[in-house]
C-alpha cells in the first residue's frame, strides 16, 4: 500500500465527518481536555468503533505519551487507520464487531485509562448498547472514565428538535451547494480507489450503507452507565444537535 496518501484519506474523511458536525474538531478538544483533567496526560485509551482513528490522532498530538488500542469493524476505515499509523508503537488496532460479547478478548490490555467513542454508538440499538455499557464499565479502571459524543435525542423536546434539524440541514444543503462530500458520496470515492475498492466492498456486505441503531437521550446513556458500574455520569458539552457525555468510574 505504498504510495497511497493516507493523510488525504484522513482530511477527505474529516471534512465529510464535518459537514455532518461543524463542532465536531471542538468536541474532540472538550473530550481531550476531560482526558487531562481527569485521568492526565499519559493515559492507556480505547479508541472505541476509532473509524479512521480520528480521536486516536488528536489524542496523540496533544499528548505524545499516550496510548492507544483502536478498534472497529469496518475495514476500509481500518485500512486507512492502519495506514496512517504504521510504524507507531503507541497505537494498535483489533477488528472486532462491538456486538458480540467475546470483543473484550481481542484487546492488548485488561483495563483502559479512558474510553473515548465518537459518532458511533447511535450504530447500535439500546439493548446492545446497554450491553456494551456494561462490558465497558468492567474496562475502565477505578477513577478511569468513558467518554461518548454523539447525537442524543430528547424525544420530550419535539418542536425544539424539528426546528434544529431544519435549521441544521438548510446549513448543510448550502455546504453541498458548496462541494462537500456526503457519506454515500464519499464511500463512491473509496470503491474507486485501486486500494480502498476491496475492503470497501466488504464493509458493505458487512453493514450495507449503515447500520441501524439508536440514539437515546443524554439522560438515558447517564442513568444506562450509572446503572452499568460507574460513579458519576453526565454530559459536559453539548452542541444543539450532539452531546459529549462523561461518566467515571
Ligand atoms: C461515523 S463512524 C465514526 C468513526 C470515528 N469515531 C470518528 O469520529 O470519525 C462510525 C464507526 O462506528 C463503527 N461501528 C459501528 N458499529 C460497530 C460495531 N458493531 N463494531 C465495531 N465498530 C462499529 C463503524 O465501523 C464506523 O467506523
Not at 10 to 18: F, I, N, P, Y
Not at 189 to 199: N, T
Amino acid at each position: 500500500m505504498t504510495g497511497t496518501d493516507w493523510a488525504g484519506w484522513q482530511q477527505s474523511w474529516d471534512r465529510q465527518q464535518e459537514w455532518y458536525m461543524p463542532d465536531r474538531e471542538e468536541r474532540f478538544r472538550v473530550m481531550l481536555d476531560m482526558v487531562e483533567a481527569l485521568v492526565g496526560p499519559k493515559p492507556r485509551v480505547l479508541d472505541l468503533a476509532c473509524g479512521t482513528g480520528s480521536i486516536t490522532s488528536r489524542l496523540l498530538q496533544r499528548f505524545p505519551d499516550a496510548t492507544s488500542t483502536g478498534v472497529d469493524l469496518d475495514p476500509a476505515l481500518l485500512a486507512i487507520a492502519e495506514g496512517s499509523f504504521a510504524g507507531d508503537e503507541r497505537v494498535t488496532f483489533v477488528t472486532a464487531d462491538l456486538k458480540d460479547p467475546a470483543w473484550v478478548r481481542s484487546l492488548p490490555y485488561d483495563t483502559y485509562d479512558a474510553v473515548l467513542t465518537a459518532t458511533a454508538l447511535h450504530w447500535l440499538h439500546s439493548e446492545p448498547l446497554t450491553a456494551l455499557y456494561g462490558q465497558l464499565a468492567g474496562l475502565v479502571r477505578d477513577g478511569g472514565v468513558l467518554m461518548n459524543a454523539d447525537h442524543m435525542i430528547d424525544e420530550a423536546t419535539p418542536r425544539i428538535n424539528a426546528a434544529e434539524r431544519a435549521h441544521r440541514h438548510a446549513a448543510m444543503d448550502r455546504a453541498k451547494g458548496a462541494g462537500a462530500l456526503d457519506w454515500a458520496e464519499w464511500w463512491a470515492v473509496a470503491a474507486a480507489d485501486p486500494v480502498l475498492a476491496e475492503p470497501t466492498a466488504r464493509r458493505f456486505e458487512i453493514y450495507g450503507e449503515h447500520a441501524d441503531g439508536d440514539a437515546p437521550s443524554a439522560g438515558w446513556h447517564a442513568d444506562t452507565l450509572r446503572a452499568a458500574g460507574f460513579g458519576e455520569a453526565r454530559p459536559v458539552w453539548a452542541s444543539p444537535s450532539d452531546t459529549l457525555l462523561l461518566a467515571v468510574k
